[in-house]
């Protein structure tokens, strides 16, 4: 098959997938389509209703990416963001897709099935160079950052994701675990369903796991979290931010730390931006925090005193400590 790079160029990866021992990439037609969704999926799922994706779908082998690594460099990433789930990262990463001058890749299931492919760290990371370069293609005029959120069990492989971009700040950002564990309970991420991400409990079963608890599951998954995060804290690229501080921290120390700056009237689409539900746009936010810990069981605050509170403490120790 003959392929032509300049065919891409309004292209994204859709999926990356293995067969018969190769890996492939599935493309879609993003035409002038803008990731402003609050996730990747969810601006997917928009482009694959469209007629055109319906019935036209590129499939290129995965050392396609390398090609176009090689020849077409996208925008270089101005910062990363971790997370432990359900502690304003969709607020940031919303903040900065408000502005067309941002591409802003949130939670990229093509990105997060290279750090979790069955080959070698060395591998993962050339890989995740290729995908990432990929989506950070620039289409418009006006585009000039990039930023890329990941899943929160990304923070898992931090030092990898950090070797393969060994110059590119980052953030992690944290909660008070009881709030985060309500929300969980309320509607459950992926990352909480029984045996989905394996790496978050290596040492267990699927058996074993299924032995806990949900309240006792979904606490020992957000400490895994929050453990990796402390894990990585002599890095001097990254900050350490909690929920409580957003919005007002946005400019002066998350844009400062990713080094980019936005003018008045950008600063007032971003602060409209912050008054809206992340996850649900067209919705004011409304502050839930008293309300998830009142929601909170016996049960729920014991597990988060035990099993969380202590790494939480850590991390506002540590922020505290370097601010």
């Not at 909690?242 to 007032?268: G, K, M, R, T, W």
């Not at 969380?308 to 850590?314: G, N, W």
Request: aromatic share 12%; glycine share 4%; net charge negative.
């Amino acid at each position: 098959m003959d392929l032509r790079i300049e065919d891409f160029r309004d292209w994204a990866p859709l999926r990356i997938y293995e067969q018969s021992g190769s890996f492939f990439v599935d493309w879609v037609f993003l035409g002038k389509k803008r990731f402003t969704e609050p996730f990747f999926e969810d601006t997917l799922h928009i482009l694959m209703r469209k007629p055109f994706n319906l019935a036209f779908r590129h499939q290129t082998p995965i050392e396609f990416l390398g090609e176009i690594f090689n020849e077409s460099p996208g925008l270089q990433p101005k910062g990363f963001i971790f997370h432990i789930s359900r502690c304003g990262s969709t607020l940031v990463s919303q903040m900065f897709a408000s502005l067309e001058k941002n591409i802003v890749i949130s939670e990229a299931t093509v990105i997060d099935k290279v750090i979790r492919a069955a080959v070698s760290d060395e591998r993962k990371k050339v890989w995740l160079r290729w995908v990432v370069n990929a989506l950070a293609q620039k289409r418009f005029e006006r585009e000039e950052n990039f930023f890329v959120k990941f899943d929160s069990w990304s923070v898992l492989d931090l030092h990898l994701i950090e070797s393969a971009y060994p110059k590119i700040p980052w953030i992690f950002l944290y909660r008070d675990p009881v709030e985060v564990i309500v929300s969980n309970l309320r509607q459950p991420g992926a990352q909480m369903i029984p045996g989905t991400i394996e790496k978050i409990f290596p040492e267990l079963n699927l058996f074993e796991i299924l032995q806990f608890s949900t309240e006792e599951r979904f606490a020992r998954t957000i400490a895994a979290f929050a453990e990796s995060g402390l894990a990585n804290k002599e890095s001097n690229l990254g900050k350490f931010i909690n929920y409580d501080q957003l919005p007002e921290i946005f400019s002066s120390e998350i844009c400062a730390h990713f080094n980019v700056h936005f003018d008045e009237d950008e600063a007032a689409a971003i602060g409209r931006t912050a008054r809206s539900n992340a996850k649900s746009p067209g919705e004011t936010f409304v502050p839930d925090g008293k309300e998830k810990r009142k929601e909170a069981s016996e049960k729920v605050l014991s597990l988060a005193e035990d099993l969380v509170l202590p790494l939480y403490e850590k991390l506002e120790n540590y922020r505290l400590l370097v601010q």
